[in-house]
């Protein structure tokens, strides 16, 4: 359908990228057949019913039901093949399949910046395994952008404040346009870059080089920098909520409410603590507002993903053995357990014991 002559369309190169255009196409043949239809019965009618003398008078017409039933029937049913076959590619496409891997991305005047879970970082580049599929999370450090892959057929707008995410799975190895679409300022025209998509075992090659710690250590070791061991662990004397399995998990609040610990809860929680109280606890949490970069954000939450439940109630001197350095409870461990795929890539967050049941 796609002539190699006029490049009317970009590459192919997603699983959503056919299925998008034959939408697409479909819908530009429905607007061009009803656009030759109206305008070729306008010039007919105009023509046969044109009026021939001053005197004439047009004789009396009378609905026809049958008529009026049809046009509107007719377009009514159209109009239902296009919602129904947009919202079905829609779902999908909002949908990420649960062992998508975890790509993070934070979009700034004028660049994109990319940090992977195994730590290798990249700017206004996205390395991408062939037929894998990959979730981008993204948010904004100053205003909105919008991630823009026009061979995969997505596009996403990138929230300051927020999390936006979008799925993928690249079909066809090579590089590909990455743009911004959304203004952004001055040089948001110089906002673009390139995504790569490579067989796997180059990808792992390309992905294994890199010296930059994984995103969970780096969030642990920030766990500790910043402070939040001295009230989310076993031993602390403030007493913060216990974040082992915290992702995903749901959290009762204050008022009364529940909700799911997701990504958006979880920032939230570090830069306004006291926006949403856990129950039961006091709303003495430091807000980190302003303290904290949007990587750095990313780096926290990945850690708290791999915090793995503790199944035995409350341990906590016994915590501090296993580990060797300060964080008691809360050890890194490739958790099985959160939709968290992030600990398919990253086998090694330090020790790697699992601490399931350290009451025996
Ligand atoms: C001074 C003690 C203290 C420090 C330091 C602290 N927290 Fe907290 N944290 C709390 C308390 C108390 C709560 C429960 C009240 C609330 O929801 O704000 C809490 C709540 C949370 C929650 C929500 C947990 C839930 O079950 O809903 C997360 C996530 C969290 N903290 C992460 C962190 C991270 C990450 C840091 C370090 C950057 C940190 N905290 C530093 C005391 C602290
Ligand atoms: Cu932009």
Redesign the pocket.
């Known amino acids: 359908m796609q002539s190699s002559t006029v490049p009317l369309f970009p590459e192919q190169a997603s699983s959503f990228a056919l299925q998008v255009d034959l939408l697409y196409l479909f819908l530009t043949a429905v607007s061009a057949f009803f656009t030759i239809l109206v305008s070729g019965i306008i010039i007919f009618f105009a023509i046969k019913y044109r009026r021939r003398s001053d005197a004439e008078r047009p004789p009396m017409t009378v609905a026809n039901l049958l008529l009026e039933i049809t046009w509107i029937v007719v377009p009514l049913a159209i109009s239902f093949v296009m919602f129904i076959w947009g919202a079905a590619i829609f779902f999908k496409m909002a949908s990420p399949p649960k062992e998508a891997m975890d790509i993070y991305v934070t979009g700034k005047q004028w660049m994109w910046k990319i940090q992977h879970v195994n730590g290798h970082r990249e700017i206004n580049e996205l390395h991408v395994p062939l037929g894998k599929p990959v979730r981008l999370t993204m948010t904004s450090e100053d205003v909105l952008h919008s991630f823009y892959i026009p061979a995969f057929r997505i596009k996403a707008d990138v929230i300051p404040g927020s999390y936006s995410k979008m799925w993928f799975q690249a079909t066809k190895p090579g590089k590909y346009h990455l743009f911004c679409a959304e203004y952004c300022g001055t040089k948001h025209s110089g906002m673009i870059g390139s995504v790569i998509v490579m067989e796997q075992s180059e990808y792992d090659a390309w992905l294994g080089n890199t010296k930059d710690s994984s995103l969970a250590e780096a969030g642990q070791k920030?766990?500790k920098t910043?402070?939040?061991?001295?009230?989310?662990s076993a031993q602390?004397d403030?007493?913060?909520?216990?974040?082992e399995g915290?992702y995903g998990?749901q959290?009762r609040?204050?008022d009364g409410n529940t909700l799911i610990?997701d990504e958006r809860?979880?920032r939230e929680?570090?830069l306004v603590?006291?926006a949403?109280?856990?129950e039961g606890?006091?709303?003495?949490?430091?807000a980190?507002q302003g303290l904290?970069t949007e990587e750095q954000i990313l780096q926290?939450i990945s850690?708290?993903r791999t915090l793995t439940p503790v199944v035995t109630s409350n341990t906590p001197s016994k915590a501090s053995t296993p580990v060797t350095q300060a964080t008691p409870k809360p050890e890194a461990t490739p958790a099985p357990k959160p939709p968290a795929n992030s600990a398919t890539t990253e086998s090694k967050p330090s020790g790697s014991t699992p601490k399931s049941e350290p009451a025996k």
Do not use: D, E, R, W
């Open positions: 920030l766990f910043m402070g939040c061991v001295n009230c989310h602390s403030i007493k913060g909520p216990n974040l915290i998990k959290v609040l204050q610990a809860y979880l929680s570090l603590p006291n949403k109280l856990t606890f006091p709303a003495n949490m430091p980190y904290i926290l850690y708290m």
